[in-house]
Each structure stands twice: as structure tokens, then as C-alpha cells.
């Protein structure tokens, strides 16, 4: 019998890898998908166009309790994975209520079905944490055992879809498990989050397609992985023996503007760096200005740092990551510059 898999998020970077992860391993893959005014699939089109019959995406929506349950009943996954969420933390102070209502009370809907359906023996669930939780970090590098600190209404979400997937895992003997996911990217990552923004804006410069890329806090340090890496970590986890949660994270830390170094390197440009703080900028070979910074992009709580030991991933689920920082961002440059030349959409 082949597996069933459930995928709350499949739209989004990680769950569009995930799927195509799944579906190599001989999953049937199920994913929800929001009603939108404008077309939202464009991350996994390429799956539809294989024509695989073991691809269905249903409509449906994480605050909706009624919706979530149907989906569970109806699918009754053999795994269920939490990817949903409104998953920009600048943007969750903007709109805090709606962040709290998919990213935290989200989770507990899936909970709460599985259970309400007598699915708790037969289901296993993810829940896609995250290295926002430990916010204003207590302890460098973070482990699994590192207190949480989150600094916005995103991190505090997340930390109680956190807590309530060990709830359930210890209250109802469910298998609940955590990845607490540090960041990762791709060329499928929203253009909104700074890796993306940093390749798509210095690739257009390059091009002649824009003149400058605004950023805000270019100092706050990040532990970046592939996403391809981790949506088999997300498996890996569902797959031992015993519920459990893992760091998932690659043990490396660069700045923004070290990230912003790789790109230009890997683009050819010469850019050079005058200024301090907030008055720093890189200018081009012509001396012209191409980035500078914005306060408006920065967060009212910032998170300076973020450092991931995944000591524990690496020795229980024999998982480690296979892409370094390059050449993700070599990927990610690659894809913008022929997504820009030739105006193609496919990514
Ligand atoms: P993403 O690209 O922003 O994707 C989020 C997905 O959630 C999209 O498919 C989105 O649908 C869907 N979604 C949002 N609100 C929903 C709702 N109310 N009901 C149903 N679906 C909804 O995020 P990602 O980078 O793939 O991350 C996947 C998960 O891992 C998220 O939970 C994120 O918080 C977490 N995480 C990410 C990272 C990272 O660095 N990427 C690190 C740690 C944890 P639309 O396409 O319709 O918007
Ligand atoms: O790319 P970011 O927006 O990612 P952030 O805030 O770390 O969150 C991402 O990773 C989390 C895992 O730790 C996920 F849970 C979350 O869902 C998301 O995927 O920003 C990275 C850093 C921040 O310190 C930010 O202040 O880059 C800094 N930054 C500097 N200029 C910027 C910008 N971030 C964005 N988005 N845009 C800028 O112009």
C-alpha cells in the first residue's frame, strides 16, 4: 500500500520540494491550497504538468477548523505536515492577530482533528518550527535544550504550535514531532524574504533593469541552509522509531552582508562598502550607489543573531546538509538571471 501524505503549505518553497521528495519516495501526495484571486500554484504547476496521479491538491484553510477536519477525515493521512503559515516576521507585526490565528491556533486545528477523528494512532504529524523561537538567543550555538526567547508575534506563534504538538504528543500518546528549522532558502524563496531580494535585486542591477536594492539591518547574522535539505529532514523525523523533536540547521553563520559579498562575487560586480551602520552603503565600479540602507525594513524587535547545533539530527536521524551557502546562492542567481533575461516564470 503506498503512503498517504497531507501537506498544510504545499504552495510554498517547502512544500513544494517536500512534494516532489514525497513523490519519488512513493508517496501519494495530498495538498491544501488556498482560494486566491490570482493564481498561487506556481511553485508545484510543474508537478500538475507531469500529470502525476499521485498528485491531488484540495482547497482549504488552516483557520478554518471545519475545513482542516474534513480534509484529515476524508484523506486520513499516514502523515500529516505542518508548513502553513504566515511565515514573514516583519510582516506578523503588521498583522499579529492574523499571524497568531494561522500559526498558532493553525496547528492546533490539525491537532485537534486528528485526535476528534480517532486518527491519533494512525497518524504522524509535523510541525514546522523554527530558530525565531529562540529570538534574543540565551545561548549560542541553539540546541534543542535551548530556552526559547522569541521576539515577535511570528516567534511567539510558533512557540505555541510548538508546545501544543508536545501536549498532544504526551497527553494522547500521538506521534508529534518538532523540526526547529533554521533558515533556509532557494530559488523558489518568497522575493520578500533578504536572500531572494538580494539575488533578484543585484541580478536586475547587473541587468540594467533597476538602479538601487534598499535593505534594512545588513549586520543580523543567519544560519542558511537549502531547502531542499530540510524538507528531508521534515521526513527523517517522521520516520524514527519514537516522536521527537530536531534542530535542523547547518552550523555556519554569515551576515547579510556577507551574503550580499557572495552574490556580488558570483555575479561579477565590484562593489565596495563605505559608511557605518545604518549610513553604509556599496557602491558600484562607477561609484555609483547600489545598496543602502533603510530603517523601514527594519523590525521593531530585531533578532541580531541565530545559530543552530544540529548535533542531535546529525547522530539520530543521520541527516546533514549536502549544499554550502555558495552554492545556494550561485543557484539562486542562476534562476533570477534567466527568470530576468527570458522573462520565464518557471522556477
Ligand atoms: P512559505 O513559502 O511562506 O509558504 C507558506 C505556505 O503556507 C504557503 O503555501 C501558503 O499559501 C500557506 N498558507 C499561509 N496561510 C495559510 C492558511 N491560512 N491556510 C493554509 N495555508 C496557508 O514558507 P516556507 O519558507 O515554505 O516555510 C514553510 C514552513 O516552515 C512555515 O510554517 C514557516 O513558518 C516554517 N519555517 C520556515 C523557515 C525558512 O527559513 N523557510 C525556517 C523555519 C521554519 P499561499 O501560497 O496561498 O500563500
Ligand atoms: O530573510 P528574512 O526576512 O528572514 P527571517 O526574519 O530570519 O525569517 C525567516 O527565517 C525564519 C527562521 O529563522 C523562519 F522561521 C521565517 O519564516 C522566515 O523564513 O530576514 C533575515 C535577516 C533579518 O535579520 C532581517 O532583519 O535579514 C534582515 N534583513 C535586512 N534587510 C532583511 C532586509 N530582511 C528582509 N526580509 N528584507 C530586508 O530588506
Known sequence: MMKKALIFGITGQDGSYLAEFLLKKKYKVHGVKRKSSSLNTDRVDHIYEENNKNFFLHYGDLTDAISVNRLVNIIKPDEIYNLAAQSHVAVSFVIPNYTA?????????????????????????????????????????????????????????????????????????????????????????????????????????????????????????????????????QWLILQQKKPDDFVIATGKQYSVKHFINIVAKELNMKITWRGKGINEKAYDANNNIIIECNRKYFRPSEVQTLLGNPTKAKKILKWKPKISVSELAKEMIQNDLRILSHNDKKK
Open 101 to 233: 490565528n494561522v500559526d498558532a491556533l493553525g496547528c492546533l486545528n490539525i491537532l485537534e482533528a486528528i485526535k476528534s477523528l480517532g486518527l491519533d494512532k494512525k497518524v504522524k504529524f509535523y510541525q514546522a518550527g523554527t530558530s525565531e523561537m529562540f529570538g534574543k538567543v540565551l545561548e549560542s550555538p541553539q540546541t534543542e535544550k535551548t530556552p526559547f526567547y522569541p521576539r515577535s508575534p511570528y516567534g511567539v506563534s510558533k512557540v505555541f504550535s510548538h508546545w501544543m504538538t508536545i501536549n498532544y504528543r504526551e497527553s494522547y500518546k500521538m506521534f508529534a514531532c518538532n523540526g526547529i528549522l533554521f533558515n533556509h532558502e532557494s530559488p523558489r524563496r518568497g522575493e520578500t524574504f533578504v536572500t531572494r531580494k538580494i539575488t533578484i535585486g543585484l541580478a536586475k542591477i547587473k541587468l540594467g533593469l533597476q538602479k538601487k536594492l534598499i535593505l534594512g539591518n545588513i549586520y543580523a547574522k543567519r544560519d542558511w541552509g537549502h531547502a531542499k535539505d530540510y524538507v528531508e529532514a
